[in-house]
């Protein structure tokens, strides 16, 4: 009967244990998931980043005028808004946020305003 009591303490220390550890892999399961989440954060310096990206291919775009585009960037869909010299400008500017990596889709709101108007 003596000899039963260690045996019983070590079953019982074992079973313990093992609730513990899968206690703990269950925690830690759930806050790695938790983490992969997006934040409003990440996804505002995203978006940013991603604007960013666009206003330097506009820039570099020769025969454009993107001083009066405004541009909006919202989960890979981008907005440009403002002011160009004349109708081939919205097109070039267009064309330019699509080859930008990230970009979606583009919705143009830019208008022709000739200098002196």
Known sequence: MNALKPLKLAAGVLVVMASISVASISAHAQSSDAAAAPTAKSTKATNKALA??????????????????????????????????????????????????????????????????
């Open 52 to 117: 960013k990206e666009v206003r330097k291919a506009l820039t570099k775009t020769k025969g454009l005028v993107s001083s009066n585009i405004n541009i909006r960037a919202h989960d890979g869909v981008v907005t440009l808004a403002g002011t160009v010299p004349d109708n081939s400008q919205i097109d070039k500017a267009t064309e330019a946020a699509k080859g930008v990596a990230g970009v979606t889709s583009v919705k143009n709101a830019i208008t022709v305003h000739s200098i002196g108007q």
